[in-house]
């Protein structure tokens, strides 16, 4: 046994695994989802709720799952099963590798529209929109065209698989610290090149003064979903990371430089995006579309705007990848842990089925749009699944299991390591996390869910 634990693969340096979790973090919610959902909701308001919703259950739910990886140096599934013994439990870890799945098979399109419109931007097609309309019909176009979509679901997925097959070090550490670094240069002379531009400063404003008349309740709980799914967690894909870090390294002060990366690189994606959108003139509440049908207008009114657009597409994807590799490790570390399988086979059987779950999501777009279930078709009710369902279910149970089942003192034993001069100096932080693990955690994550499956709001329409 023994034996087989030291065998397992791990992470080369601390720096190593900060960036490949940053990288898992840091992806197409933090670029695409982030800014269209604050435009929607607020603008700096929305944005000064979703920070405290970062700090008060995301912070403390990915210490708990790095601990979790960390403690038993096992996938989700074996992580519970180690530490409880019971099927219940693992089950839970079960339906994060299913997440897995269903986050990838969704992900995998969009990230696949984000690695086609690198081409669409070095052929200079934008150069024909001076208006949003003939961009979005553009869209409309390309996602209609089965050849395209599945095609560049295909070539994403084939990457995604490439990396994840070439191992935790040589793999996923590799190419995490290739590429973050990349994606950081590109955002930043993407963020300079927005404040540059003549009228910006109202793209500013939006995101620094708050509206606090467009915060609804909606957009609080909105935020709290959000501030999950842009670190990655509740599926235990911290974990799978976490269980190849080394127990010299604190977990506190990686999850914070975590947090960190993935914060500020939403907000300057953010500041890049609105500078750009309100110099331009253009609609910041423009929703989902706002990355693929207003930023190709964007860029055909400013100034260097043929280079902007490719650099931005190439961000976009790899930001995409470094988040896809994680989901696709997910369900390979099951495989490998639990079930004896070869790395290499089962990134190949693996990635070749969910490409193949991926497929109704991209023909959702074109040949199947009407075939729909509970008024969703296949793309969203793949992305209802996994965001609203699996996902707060996950993480409710991760913090419950955390606190309240495992036993704190174990729990703190194992946090201590690689942290003790730190808890030294600073006791509070462990109190804070005590408490915020244990009450603040389930009590958010539970009414998030409530809301998203629609209880939650019939009940306050029954009070008041
Ligand atoms: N955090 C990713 C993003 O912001 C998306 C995501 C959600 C994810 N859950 C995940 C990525 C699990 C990897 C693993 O785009």
Redesign the pocket.
Known sequence: MSIKISERESWGSKVGFILAAAG???????IWKFPYIAGENGGAAFIFIYLICIAVIGLPVLMAEVLLGRTTQRNPVGAFKALSNSPYWAAIGGMGVIAGFV?LSFYGVVAGWSFGYIFEAIKGSFYDFTEPASSADHFGSLTSNVTWIVGFLAVFMGLTMFIVYSGVQKGIERGSKIMMPILLIILFVLMIKGISLDGSEKGLSFILEPDWSKVTGEGVLLALGHAF????LG?G?MMTYGSYMSKKDSIPSAAVQIVFLDTIIALIAGVAIFTAVFATGQDPAAGPGLIFQTLPVVFTKMPGGYFFSILFFLLLTIAALT?SI??LEVVVAYFVDEKKWKRKQAVIVFGIITFLVGVPSALSFNLIADIKLFGLNFFDLADWLASNIL?PIGGLFISIFVAWIWGFDKVLIEMKKGAESLFELHPWIIKFWKIFIKYFSPVLIFLVFLHSIGVLDLIIDLFI
């Open positions: 898992s973090a840091i992806g197409l919610g933090n986050i799914f842009t670190l990655s599926m894909a988040s994680s989901l996902l």
